[in-house]
């Protein structure tokens, strides 16, 4: 289960992190414009995804027996997020956004759904792909380069469906033919193949990859196709997905001509193994902590105000998990300790 730091997909955990955290940024009572907030939106959405890529690009095929695989993996994620779930329910339940019975209701709803906060879901979607991870490890091993494309791009096809919706009759539901190759399930073998084939491609293939999502996007905007725009341009959107490749495959690149020094990876693996922490926290840092200054809120304009708040976050965020991994059980709480094992 030790694995040597792969580099760039260290980078790519920490460049994640940190779109998610400026999607979050923008606080809803301000002026920020549409202009701006569409474009930040559809612009960030890939950081989730390249999250879930990463993931498949490290632990698939799984090469380890079942059991030991899920106790490994599940055992750094679950604890946490009843740890996080909990607390947020009770930071709800202090300021009286919340009922005891509301609370309660939470608690037992916890295996089933996102619980305390949205930004949690995540972790479910994660644990689900665990839990598929040894089943579909097999059919990877024994799967060619080609024929796992081909699965890849059945899985493209069914991105495009909110493209196709205004022309034909789509059935999207557990009837639908490609229902199966449809979900977060795909970005999670598309990382897998990235990093397992994709090893070569040229600056004119990535730019046109970066390129063309932000075409169409600008065409959308201003042809005012806001009924289709969340389809088209979200987590589960063609566009998003080719942006996420563009990512992928520039960071590869980009970090393979670089030599780190000591110094530099050390600080690369700290930032990367705080990612996660990061995440299950820095919604409380923005919303409970920044959004209550009104100087971060409304002395700097929607712009000033995302960026501090973007940037505070990260900041403030990156410290308290460095801190909190040097505490006894931090590993139930952020998902890593830096403490040394006696």
């Known amino acids: 289960m030790v694995q040597q730091r792969i580099v760039y997909l260290d980078v790519i955990r920490v ?33 989730l995804c390249l999250f879930f890529m990463v993931s498949g690009a490290l632990l698939l095929p799984v090469k380890i027996d079942t059991f030991t695989f899920l106790k490994h993996r599940l055992g750094k994620i679950v604890v946490p997020l009843l740890f ?27 295996p089933f759904t996102r619980q305390g906060h949205g930004v949690l879901w995540f972790l479910y979607v994660l644990i689900g792909l665990y839990l598929l991870s040894p089943i579909i490890s097999p059919m990877l091993q024994m799967t060619s380069k080609k024929e796992l494309r081909f699965y890849l ?15 034909v ?47 169409a996007f600008v065409v959308c905007y201003a042809a005012g196709m806001n009924k289709m725009f969340s389809d088209i341009f979200w987590y589960e959107g063609i566009a998003v997905a080719v942006m996420c490749i563009a990512w992928f495959i520039v960071v590869r ?19 990367s193994n705080c990612t996660f922490g990061v995440y299950l926290m ?12 009104d100087f971060v ?25 460095l801190t909190l991994s040097y505490l006894p059980y931090s590993e139930y709480i952020i998902g890593f300790t830096n403490r040394k094992r006696k």
């Open 282 to 293: 820095h919604v409380f840092i923005m919303r409970r902590l920044l959004w209550q200054s």
């Open 84 to 110: 996080w779930t909990l607390f947020y329910m009770g930071i709800k339940l202090l300021v009286g956004e919340a009922s005891w019975n509301e609370t309660l209701h939470s608690i037992i709803s916890i």
């Open 153 to 167: 791009q059945l899985w493209g096809i069914a991105l495009c469906y909110p493209l196709f919706a205004p022309f």
């Open 169 to 215: 009759e789509l059935t999207v539901n557990t009837y639908g033919i490609l229902y199966y190759f449809s979900g977060f399930a795909g970005y999670y073998v598309l990382g897998y193949y990235l990093h397992t084939y994709c090893k070569k491609m040229g600056k004119f293939c990535a730019t046109v990859l970066f390129v063309l999502p932000i075409v």
């Open 15 to 47: 460049l994640s992190c940190m779109m998610i955290v400026l999607m979050h940024s923008p606080h809803p009572n301000t002026d920020t414009s549409a202009f701006i907030q569409a474009p930040l939106y559809f612009i960030t959405a890939s950081g």
């Open 297 to 321: 809120v409304y002395g700097l304009g929607s712009i000033g105000q995302i960026i501090m708040t973007w940037v505070g976050t990260l900041i403030i965020s990156f410290v308290l998990v």
């Open 253 to 271: 690149k980009f970090m393979e001509k670089r030599s780190l020094s000591v110094v530099e990876a050390k600080f690369l693996t700290t930032l």
